[in-house]
């Protein structure tokens, strides 16, 4: 059974123009898809619908083979809480918080108690090469940094997929290519899977499987 699907997924924000159009896709366990295309293509809206984060105006979106449609809110948020982890471009930490702090921040959502989370963030972030800057406020750390604490918080609560939105866009490119492998590695060992949509052709190439969005689906 595949971590997630998409089943005839179509959705566009004026009635006669659709983004993507009768979109199929399988997310296995473990896997990793990188997922590009052009600028304003839907490549985000997409993530979010696989994330639920909105719902597609036609189609159907399986999760663990389960179909989300008749999901409340409630259930959707726990999902996302639970089993997804997110990255994004801009690394929307919070600010006045540690690294640690920022790190621990699914756990303790997830009802582990203050040193269960603190262990766990402690060692990811170690693995991550930042267990001098622990206590460093997240304002105060550089974009590579900050990416790697997002990379740490998205992973930390051992979710079940990953959902990364051009992780290594504001980054240069010596640190991109560091953090992306960074990223891959720990998904690897985690069996995490993960979801990546790039610009870069060699990111996309250190993926299991390479899909362009187009109008006439993931091709
Ligand atoms: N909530 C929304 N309401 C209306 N239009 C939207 C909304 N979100 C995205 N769009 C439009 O849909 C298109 C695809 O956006 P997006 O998914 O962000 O593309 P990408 O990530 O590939 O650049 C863009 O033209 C964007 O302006
Ligand atoms: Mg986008």
Redesign the pocket.
């Known amino acids: 059974m595949s971590a997630l699907s998409l089943r005839s997924v179509s959705h566009g ?1 004026s009635p006669q123009e659709w ?1 993507f159009k009768d979109l199929h896709f399988e997310l296995a366990h473990g896997e990793h898809v990188a997922i590009q ?1 052009t ?7 997409l993530l979010n619908i696989m994330a639920g984060l909105e719902v597609p105006a036609q189609g159907e979106v399986l999760w663990a083979g389960q179909s989300t449609a008749l999901w409340s809110a409630e259930q959707r948020r726990r999902c996302r809480q639970s089993e997804m982890g997110f990255v994004f471009q801009a690394f929307h930490l919070l600010p006045h918080l540690s690294a640690l702090q920022n790190v621990m921040v699914p756990c303790l959502l997830g009802g582990q108690s203050g040193a269960e989370a603190a262990l766990a963030a402690r060692e990811l972030l170690s693995q991550l090469g930042l267990n001098k800057r622990l206590d460093a406020h997240a304002h105060s750390l550089s974009g590579g940094e900050q990416q790697r604490v997002a990379l740490a918080r998205a992973l930390v609560h051992q979710p079940k997929v990953v959902f990364a939105d051009e992780p290594t866009g504001n980054l240069d490119t010596t640190t991109a290519r560091s953090t992306l492998a960074l990223l891959i590695e720990l998904s690897l060992a985690r069996r995490t899977s993960l979801v990546m949509v790039t610009h870069g052709d060699e990111a996309a190439r250190s993926m299991g499987r390479c899909l362009r969005l187009t109008q006439q689906g993931l091709v």
């Open positions: 924000f983004l295309g600028s304003g293509s839907g490549k985000s809206t």
